[in-house]
Nanobody
């Protein structure tokens, strides 16, 4: 059984930093590309950032480019460093993993396993 779990969410002040982690586990399971998505109340889920299987390429949405950094700590763990947080970054953040896509992808259809989501709140 595959388990995808986010951690590190919480409250951050506008302009501050927060670190999200995602750990994927399962018997003989190694995720290929991994990505972060978020969904704010009343809005559709949107891609935030993604990283390829070996971390060699990344994707960032325009709204977070230059402020967020995504990376792989190891084969099964992904980290999102959020810097200069803005109120509009507040959302539930989801980790997603792919078993078929190697390259970083903002397309949620490429992802097979998802975490439950973790809340990020930004105070102004």
């Amino acid at each position: 059984q595959v388990k995808v779990e986010e951690s590190g969410g919480g409250l951050v002040q506008a302009g501050g930093s927060l670190r999200l982690s995602c750990a994927a586990s399962g018997r003989s399971f190694t995720p290929l590309a991994m990505g972060w998505f978020r969904q704010a109340p009343g809005k559709e889920r949107e891609p935030v950032a993604a990283v390829s299987w070996h971390g060699s390429n990344t994707y960032y949405s325009d709204s977070v480019k230059g402020r967020f950094t995504v990376s792989r700590d190891n084969d099964n763990t992904m980290v999102l460093k959020m810097n200069r947080a803005k109120p509009e970054d507040a959302a539930v953040y989801y980790c997603a993993t792919s078993t078929t896509t190697v390259d970083a992808s903002p397309n949620s259809q490429d992802d097979d396993y998802w975490g439950q989501g973790i809340q990020v709140t930004v105070s102004s």
